[in-house]
């Protein structure tokens, strides 16, 4: 099945398994979303990621959902949104990086250097393209 826009298919996918708790979510693997999850796992919101082969020399990507609490499992990730889509791209210089819920989340942005958080961005002084905010 085509898809329109992978990250929003990530974004939904990780969202979808942390609320029915899942172990883990599995999809097709790009190096955008194995960037994208590498910043999830640096900001403490999955446990960890990689990358498998599937059939048809096609790859996999497998996220471990990280959660809270030993007898319920809470989901670390508490929302998603996808903020620059297809249709309608939102871009921000170093200055003018959104902060999600005061600072107490993380803004996944594009840049020039690669995908990065928020906050390597205002160290770095670039801005980008804000993919999504994760909190």
């Known amino acids: 099945m085509a898809?329109?826009?992978p990250i929003?298919?990530?974004l939904t996918r990780v969202?979808?398994?942390s609320m029915s708790r899942a172990e883990r979510v599995?999809?097709?693997?790009?190096?955008?979303?194995?960037?994208i999850a590498e910043v999830l796992?640096?900001?403490?919101?999955?446990?960890?990621?990689?990358?498998t082969e599937a059939e048809n020399n096609k790859r996999d990507l497998v996220i471990?959902?990280?959660?809270?609490?030993?007898?319920?499992?809470?989901?670390?990730?508490?929302g998603l949104e996808r903020v620059?889509?297809?249709?309608?791209?939102?871009?921000?210089?170093?200055g003018d990086i959104p902060y999600t819920l005061g600072g107490f989340g993380i803004t996944v942005l594009?840049?020039?250097?690669?995908?990065?958080?928020?906050?390597?961005?205002?160290?770095?002084?670039?801005?980008?393209?804000v993919l999504c905010q994760v909190w």
């Open 3 to 5: 898809v329109n826009d």
């Open 8 to 10: 929003s298919d990530m």
């Open 15 to 17: 969202r979808n398994g």
């Open 26 to 35: 599995t999809m097709p693997a790009s190096k955008m979303k194995a960037a």
């Open 41 to 51: 796992r640096d900001g403490g919101y999955i446990q960890e990621y990689e990358t």
């Open 64 to 78: 471990t959902l990280k959660y809270k609490g030993s007898k319920i499992k809470n989901p670390v990730i508490e």
């Open 84 to 94: 620059s889509k297809p249709s309608r791209r939102v871009y921000a210089g170093s």
């Open 110 to 129: 594009s840049t020039s250097q690669g995908i990065m958080s928020d906050h390597k961005a205002r160290e770095q002084n670039i801005g980008g393209e």
